[in-house]
């Protein structure tokens, strides 16, 4: 898994309002996402999507989301 400065130069700040109308889009799949949040609420760096089944035999996944 990447660490967070995975990202090299400048990229600008994280964009909350991209990352809250993907959380919209995410939560609106019917059945599929269990979970869908900020990793802080005062200040937010990625929006963690956590999903009820996973890939071929995992029972969970979870994508984290940052958005410049």
């Known amino acids: ?17 991209a990352l809250e109308e993907i959380r919209t889009v995410f939560t609106r799949a019917d ?15 990625k929006l963690q999507i956590h999903f009820r089944d996973g890939i071929a035999e995992a029972t969970w996944c979870r994508f984290d989301i940052r958005w410049f």
Do not use: C, N, Q
């Open 1 to 17: 898994m990447a660490g967070e400065t995975d990202i090299e130069g400048a990229v600008g700040p994280i964009d909350d309002v």
């Open 31 to 45: 059945g599929l996402v269990e979970d869908a949040g900020f990793d802080s609420r005062l200040d937010p760096t």
